[in-house]
């Protein structure tokens, strides 16, 4: 597998409590990043005319291959299904940052397929090649924050990475996000109500090959050194000009 990829795509029926693997190699000659390869997995996945809390709607998480590897911003993770939110329903994306991408990767994973029903209340915990179905029945009707909190006690594990829904998930409110920590996207919570699934929840320690990791450090300096000289001019413009300092436009 090419540098920058885990190798992976993990594939979840939430009906069967079945899990399987197959490569990325499949994809990522001709499919740019984790939006691109999400975007053909959802044609590939889905079934025309399939409604949003359908158990077929799958749910596809995805990283690109800059995620993981140590370079400034490559931390973010897409979200893909079809979007309840939307009239009619249509494709829906949720792009996030945060530390939930890079755990897949290093858990072995540049895409997560979920799909079907589980008959209860469902956490997924993916702990490297171990994937396990977890009872959320506790969490069930808990906001985002006591969710995250109860698993990683239940875990003793404090550097999880989660991605959960809250109440309004649950109860299949067309506008429900999918949070993960202080984050959260566009409307897709409610299609994990319908399914049942509380969260997904990952660990990963393999790590990620990259080629030249030298060369990671070298584009890093010299993105802090643009951030550095972009401040010191938006000072010196506020100085002049009597305008009080915004860091950001």
Same mark, same amino acid.
């Given at each position: 597998?090419?540098?920058?990829?885990?190798?992976?795509?993990?594939?979840?029926?939430?009906?069967?409590?079945?899990?399987?693997?197959?490569?990325?190699?499949?994809?990522?000659?001709?499919?740019?990043?984790?939006?691109?390869?999400?975007a053909k997995l959802?044609?590939?996945?889905?079934?025309?005319?399939?409604?949003?809390?359908?158990?077929?709607?799958?749910?596809?998480?995805?990283?690109?291959?800059?995620?993981?590897?140590?370079?400034?911003?490559?931390?973010?993770?897409?979200?893909?299904?079809?979007?309840?939110?939307?009239?009619?329903?249509?494709?829906?994306?949720?792009?996030?940052?945060?530390?939930?991408?890079?755990?897949?990767?290093?858990?072995?994973?540049?895409?997560?397929?979920?799909?079907?029903?589980?008959?209860?209340?469902?956490? @997924?915990?993916?702990?490297?090649?171990?994937?396990?179905?977890?009872?959320?029945?506790?969490?069930?009707g808990r906001g985002?924050?006591?969710?995250?909190?109860?698993?990683?006690?239940?875990?003793?594990?404090?550097?999880?990475?989660?991605?959960?829904?809250?109440?309004?998930?649950?109860?299949?409110?067309?506008i429900a996000t @999918?949070?993960?920590?202080?984050?959260?996207?566009?409307?897709?919570?409610?299609?994990?109500?319908?399914?049942?699934?509380?969260?997904?929840?990952?660990?990963?320690?393999?790590?990620?090959?990259?080629?030249?990791?030298?060369?990671?450090?070298?584009?890093?300096?010299?993105?802090?050194?643009?951030?550095?000289?972009?401040?010191?001019?938006?000072?010196?413009?506020?100085?002049?000009?009597?305008?009080?300092?915004?860091?950001?436009?």
């Amino acid at each position: 597998m090419a540098y920058g990829y885990a190798g992976n795509i993990l594939r979840i029926d939430l009906t069967e409590g079945k899990v399987a693997k197959t490569a990325t190699s499949e994809y990522a000659r001709s499919f740019l990043g984790g939006r691109g390869i999400n975007a053909k997995l959802m044609f590939d996945e889905s079934k025309a005319g399939v409604s949003a809390f359908d158990p077929d709607n799958p749910v596809i998480i995805g990283a690109g291959p800059l995620v993981g590897t140590g370079i400034i911003g490559g931390v973010r993770h897409e979200i893909t299904t079809r979007s309840p939110e939307q009239v009619p329903e249509g494709f829906g994306n949720v792009g996030s940052g945060g530390s939930f991408g890079p755990e897949m990767k290093y858990a072995g994973y540049d895409h997560i397929v979920i799909k079907g029903k589980a008959k209860k209340p469902t956490y @997924i915990y993916i702990e490297n090649d171990d994937v396990l179905f977890k009872d959320a029945s506790g969490l069930w009707g808990r906001g985002i924050f006591e969710t995250n909190k109860l698993i990683r006690e239940e875990l003793g594990d404090p550097e999880v990475a989660i991605l959960a829904i809250g109440q309004a998930g649950e109860n299949l409110i067309r506008i429900a996000t @999918i949070e993960h920590e202080y984050r959260s996207g566009t409307a897709l919570g409610a299609v994990w109500g319908a399914k049942n699934l509380k969260a997904v929840v990952v660990r990963g320690t393999k790590g990620l090959k990259v080629y030249d990791a030298d060369k990671i450090l070298e584009i890093n300096k010299q993105i802090l050194g643009r951030i550095k000289e972009g401040l010191k001019e938006r000072i010196e413009w506020s100085k002049k000009n009597g305008k009080p300092f915004m860091p950001y436009p």
